[in-house]
């Protein structure tokens, strides 16, 4: 029975289109795209990542490492600007590619309001110290400090378990005498702790107000307000220290630029419950208390869920809905001006201020733009295709779960809709529909299928057409060739031939296996602890000759592996004359081009068909040759040698198969296809392949990406 390859089958996954709208470019192959920033996306290439634009210019080569191996995260772009790991130490780039900041550090990161100046972080004595930089690598504050905190144009530095501020030319403003200190640059002020003191000074070290500590746990400093917590409570007080609104809040958001903070207490129905709302500087309630879900404000809209109809729309500030609450769920609006929202065909809709409708993504879901309007979308349908050893896609094969090796130039493939299998040939049209629920491969131009009728599996043959040859009627079927099928029904054995009729063997065989290289076998068993008779059967349904033995195979090539003692495997001519002993050989794989697998003492090696050892035993596993080549697995990885045992691949690989004309296709994450000289012809981004044949294979795609951006940005 000819062997086949089947393809990993995973639960087939609807084509999930793609709404023009957004795309910008689309079939990208890569083990994995991430949208960057700053018009670049960041690209994996043989285990390392670089940066390239919309068009696919690489920008920025792939030579650049995972910092993390377990999370890998391609890092994002800033501002034009972007921290990266290599060799073991992190340097900064700009979007050029420029290295702005060598590669000699634990740690380089922008600050994140003010991207003229970067963090530094080396190791010292097995502890981490800390400095500031420009970017044009000017040491401004020594990297000598424990720790630092940065805002702006200033920076809370650490030493001996004190802190004390500096601004960004190194100048030292607050000396380090301080327990704790955050600055907050727009206001010009920092928290302080210092000698069981607890508040707010000014950049110039005096107190503007102190609080008791045991009393307040005092937050950050926006827009002149200082969220505040006692007792667990939410309020907020002014630059002098004064309540300007009651801690009477559960959760509370800081004061933004349009003079509002968001804040929330809990439902007097359900203490699990925050109702929220905003209020102004004074504590005047401008949007009710009253929301369950109440987003930020984003192009000055809020998100929110209508308490009346629990539909969400978008709130201005002063509390209006601009966009009327008809949606089942709603996102932010995002930095170009757009949100998704969930329309009630249970679809996401990307819709802009005005409620102007762009239509959805795909069916499935929404997919969030980066700020500068950009996404990477991955594609999960991977779908079924034929392609050249190019990589060349000649044909998408649609309506496809599962595709199977060619033969005779024919593949199986299962129908995604029905779940049942048809055929499909070189040119990747379909031959045969899908009505079948098993087959084989064509040999001879014949094919076994099967169907279940009424609760069990009955079997025919079909033709390379489609036509039947033999109904699918029978308990039992074999593989066709010779011009002769076997089929069995009721205990009996018939042979048939190409036209359906059945021809009775030589006699009633115990046991009877299809045709191969010739023959037929069919076997009687011995009684009384004897050996068995087998007979071998030419294509005239003529016993050509018997033997006694205890094992006896079909013929593979010109050779038949018997055993006439139970001990030692032999090798028999078509004349049924045996003509080698195979010493110490445990077991083996049958012949193909000539060779056969044989395993002495735990090791494989090859024989050829005189017996006569070619390939001394070495290996752990091998496989049969096939069009001169075979694969063999060592220490757990795969290669392929030829039949003069030269290693053409070390083993090294996590599966290899050879292919026709010295092509092989090779597993390493993903599928890839290869050379006899080891050039890649298509590097590993295939899901699954099957082997070649007339240098077409059934491929199923791997990842691949669209680039999206939003209809909105520019």
Known sequence: MRALLLLLVLPCFANAQINPVFVAKSNLSYPKLEA??????????DGKFGYMDKNEKVIIPAVYEYANTTYKSIPSFSKGLVSLYKDGKYGLLDKTGKTVIPFEYDYVNPFATNPSFVTLRKKADNKNIYGVASIQHKIIIPVEYDDLQTDSFYVAVKKNSKWGLMDVTGKLLLPLEYTALTVFAREKVCK????????FIDLKGNWLFEKAKSVYTLSGCYYGMIQ????????FLDLKGNEVIMTRYDVAGNFENHGLARVGKKSPVSASVNLYGYIDKKGGEIIPLKFESLGFFYHGLASAKDPETN?????DKTGKWIIKPAYLDVTNFDNTGGAWVKMTDGKWHYIDKTGKDFGIFTDASYKSFNADGYAAYEHSDYPYVMMDKTGKVIKKIEDCSAVYNFSEGMAGFKCSTSGKYGFIDLNGNKIIPCEYDGFTGFADGVSRVSKTIDGKTKYGYIDNKGNVILPVAYENAQGFRNGWGLVKNDGNYFFVDRSGNLKEPPRKYDELN????????????GTDNNPHTFYYINPQLKEEFFITAWQAYLFWENVAVVSTDNKTYELMNKKGEIFKKLEGVETLIFCNNGMLAVREKGKWGYVNEKGDMMIKPKYDTCDSFKDGFARVKLNSKWGIIDKSGTEITEPKYENIIPCENGVF????????????????LVPPTLYSITIFEKDKALARLGKTFSIIKSPLAK
């Open 192 to 199: 302080a702790e210092k000698d069981g003191k607890y508040g």
């Open 665 to 680: 296709i090779f597993f390493d994450k993903w599928w890839g296809i290869m050379d006899k000289t080891g050039k890649i």
């Open 36 to 45: 960057s920033g700053d018009g670049l996306f960041g690209f994996e290439k």
């Open 228 to 235: 505040c917590q006692v007792s667990s409570k939410y309020g």
């Open 514 to 525: 299809e045709f191969r290289s010739g023959f037929a076998l069919g076997k009687i068993k």
């Open 311 to 315: 539909r969400y729309g978008f709130l």
